[in-house]
């Protein structure tokens, strides 16, 4: 029952997390610590991020849906080749690219190394300076029509430092979109889309690892935990996009960065294990 209780916490703090440029992955790993419940495990963190995929499948899905049918149109029919939903379907597949050569290479560093709190505290705190520096000086001309293959790549190369929790994969995508001068909403739409293939595939790789390894929970809390993340998650998306229309991202730089602080003196105090 404790695990199950312990999964619906974590459940909720990734669905509250995966969409602001705060990193889930990072909360996933400290606040269990802090708790005394220790890492759920790599493993654990991928499968729960379906949930919110799932939450991003269905709130997005008028959009998938065009973006999907007319991209298969445009490999049959030239005259659906120039509009911007085929375009967008080349988008989204080449700029997951980068994220997914990196996990395969890198799955070992990745569920060993990158989890210790020393890097997670380091990366919060770099890259909450990275997303305010990017926020204040990116220009706001572009929107989705603007996009281009170029900078949907260099989107997705951000999106693949997510490997590293802390970074944060809608922050590093936001960073990437606010310093190639596009509008707030369009690059946050853009990373939720291009966050789907990489998300669920390596969900999907890591079911296998579920009941093996290092992960703290087996199959029942993992699937209690994505459920809670789906429900939280839709929510979370909602709000998100209507917050950033009038706001800044300046109060998840200041959490980051005393989030960051905070792990790293806990750390080095020896109240939590590295």
């Known amino acids: 029952m404790v695990d199950f209780l312990q999964a619906v916490v974590l459940g909720i703090i990734q669905g509250l997390t995966e969409f602001l440029p705060?990193?889930?992955?990072?909360?996933?790993?400290?606040?269990?610590?802090?708790?005394?419940?220790?890492?759920?495990?790599?493993?654990?963190?991928?499968?729960?991020?379906?949930?919110?995929?799932?939450?991003?499948?269905?709130?997005?899905?008028?959009?998938?849906?065009?973006?999907?049918?007319?991209?298969?149109?445009?490999?049959?029919?030239?005259?659906?080749?120039?509009?911007?939903?085929?375009?967008?379907?080349?988008?989204?597949?080449?700029?997951?690219?980068?994220?997914?050569?990196?996990?395969?290479?890198?799955?070992?560093?990745?569920?060993?190394?990158?989890?210790?709190?020393?890097?997670?505290?380091?990366?919060?705190?770099v890259m909450g300076i990275v997303l305010g520096i990017a926020d204040r000086i990116g220009g706001t001309s572009k929107g989705l029509k603007q996009l281009s293959l170029r900078d949907a790549i260099l989107m997705g190369c951000?999106?693949?430092?997510?490997?590293?929790?802390?970074?944060?994969?809608?922050?590093?995508?936001?960073?990437?979109?606010?310093?190639?001068?596009?509008e707030r909403e369009t690059a946050t739409r853009y990373a939720f889309l291009l966050a789907i293939p990489a998300v669920i595939g390596a969900g999907l790789f890591e079911l296998k690892e579920i009941p093996h390894g290092d992960n703290l929970y087996g199959w029942g809390p993992t699937i209690v935990a994505t459920i809670a993340s789906f429900i939280v998650g839709y929510a979370a998306i909602a709000w998100l996009l209507r917050y950033i229309t009038t706001h800044s991202y300046t109060p998840f730089v200041i959490y980051r960065i005393a989030l960051g602080a905070g792990t790293l003196l806990l750390v080095a105090t020896g109240v939590i294990a590295a």
């Not at 029919?77 to 690219?97: H, K, N, T």
């Not at 951000?158 to 596009?182: D, E, H, K, N």
């Open 22 to 125: 705060i990193s889930s992955s990072a909360h996933l790993r400290i606040l269990p610590e802090v708790f005394g419940w220790g890492d759920p495990g790599a493993a654990f963190t991928a499968v729960v991020q379906i949930g919110t995929e799932l939450a991003v499948l269905i709130y997005f899905w008028r959009d998938i849906w065009r973006i999907g049918s007319t991209w298969v149109k445009s490999l049959f029919r030239p005259e659906y080749r120039g509009q911007l939903d085929a375009r967008m379907g080349w988008f989204i597949i080449l700029g997951s690219v980068p994220i997914v050569v990196l996990g395969i290479a890198l799955k070992d560093v990745i569920e060993k190394d990158f989890r210790s709190l020393w890097v997670i505290g380091t990366m919060l705190i």
């Open 158 to 182: 951000a999106q693949a430092l997510a490997l590293i929790p802390g970074v944060s994969r809608s922050g590093a995508t936001l960073s990437m979109g606010r310093f190639l001068g596009y």
